[in-house]
């Protein structure tokens, strides 16, 4: 019978001190908060809530329109984050909301990260079929190529 060999490896994750939480109104954002919190739990981590909406209205919409639209997302938009808050606040974690962006959403992700030097960034996505990642292009693709932190990808 061979000889077992037991050896011990020992490595340590890096200390996650601030993470930047991105959440969509297209996507599952919940399990991107439990997520948060799963990770932020014990380690005095603070985490800064970003609402990104990739959206962009063609210029022929009427601006009564183009201002209803806008002012569903941002009520839409406020629920989500003050959910987050209140659910990151009651876990005992340190939140702050950093606003709240409709256009395109890479670039302003990829600004927040460079303004926060996060240590993580976690991104809600919806998981697009190849089609529409080909017409459309991917927020999360993008970001996890473009960033400099470490990017979970929930869905």
Known sequence: MPEVCEREVMFSLPEISKILLVLRNDADYRKAIENAISIASGKNAKIYVLYAVDMELPPIVPEKVEKEIY?????????????????????????????????????????????????????????????????????????????????????
């Open 71 to 155: 002012e569903k997302l941002r009520e839409e938009g406020k629920k989500i984050v003050d959910e987050a808050i209140e659910k990151l606040k009651a876990a005992g974690i340190e939140a702050e909301p950093i606003g709240m962006h409709f256009g395109f959403a890479v670039e302003r992700i990829l600004k927040a990260e460079k303004e926060l030097n996060p240590d993580l960034i976690i991104l809600s996505t919806r998981g697009l079929s190849t089609l529409k990642k080909i017409l459309m292009g991917s927020i999360s693709e993008e970001v996890t190529k473009e960033a400099k932190a470490p990017v979970l990808l929930v869905k």
